[in-house]
């Protein structure tokens, strides 16, 4: 399984690299989110993409899906899914493809062919396409999300989107064979443990209590670091000296 992170943001002056938006590749076919997944590369490589699981309605997961839409209509014979609750689906009626903020793509067709499909997920449900079975499980965020459990023959991996402490997803992650890594988010410092509770995120210290509920060795992967204290972050994470933790690296492809 090959997974990679699409850069969202250009190095700062001194190097750092920023990220503002999410979005995961899968074995090139498969994304998670799609926050930057329309500004990644040429039209023809984004059409490579035939499924698309969206966690949650937030802007910086779904940003990218109207030029990624416009950029490929018309590239491939039959339309990409689009998989998502119908909550996320609602958002996207109401507020993004409304024919004021974009063009409802959601139900358009071109020479009489849908441009995508769209499918319900709901928490607890198995999709399998393209060789990888999809479980998506219910995490605790401030609007209603998706985490995934992802696995292939020879692997297995967490993307556990957005989320304060949860639960259900260590439960099911526990009794998944094969579990190499787990994408978790640690969004501010702690010092902002009040405004990451409110906003239902994790700083350091809650991503190393998410860590202990895994009873079974697995790389942990630190994501959706916000930009302005990526720096503060990386040193309250590493400072826990824990040698299965590591900060995610942007536009390189993770194996499994």
């Given amino acids: 399984m090959k997974i990679t992170l699409i850069p969202s943001g250009h190095a700062d002056a001194g190097g750092t690299p920023h990220q503002y938006l999410t979005s995961y590749l899968i074995n090139e076919r498969v994304a998670v989110d799609a926050g930057s997944i329309g500004f990644w590369h040429g039209p023809a490589e984004q059409a490579a993409i035939r499924h698309i699981f969206l966690s949650h309605s937030h802007i910086d997961h ?15 014979p039959t339309p990409v899914t689009l998989h998502a609750s119908e909550a996320v689906q609602q958002s996207l009626r109401l507020d993004l493809f409304n024919d004021r903020v974009w063009p409802n793509f959601l139900e358009l067709t ?16 198995c999709v399998t396409v393209e060789g990888l079975r999809i479980t998506a499980v219910a995490v605790d965020h401030a609007v209603p999300t998706l985490g995934f459990i992802i696995e292939d023959e020879a692997a297995a991996v967490v993307i556990a989107s957005d989320t304060g402490p949860t639960n259900e997803i260590w439960t099911r992650a ?83």
């Fill in 110 to 125: 071109i020479d009489e062919k849908p441009l995508l499909t769209l499918e319900t997920l709901q928490s607890g449900q």
């Fill in 174 to 256: 526990n009794r998944t064979a094969n579990l190499k890594a787990v994408f978790l988010e640690a969004s501010f410092p702690d010092d902002l443990a009040s405004l990451a509770q409110w906003t239902k995120h994790l700083t350091p210290a809650g991503f190393v209590g998410e860590m202990q509920k895994l009873a079974q060795p697995a790389r942990f992967i630190a994501v959706h670091v916000k930009a302005q204290f990526r720096e503060r972050v990386r040193q309250e994470l590493r400072a826990h000296r824990l040698a299965n933790l590591e900060i995610a690296q942007f536009g390189v492809a993770y194996e499994f």
């Fill in 62 to 76: 779904v940003a990218s899906l109207p030029i990624f839409l416009e950029n490929i209509a018309g590239l491939k």
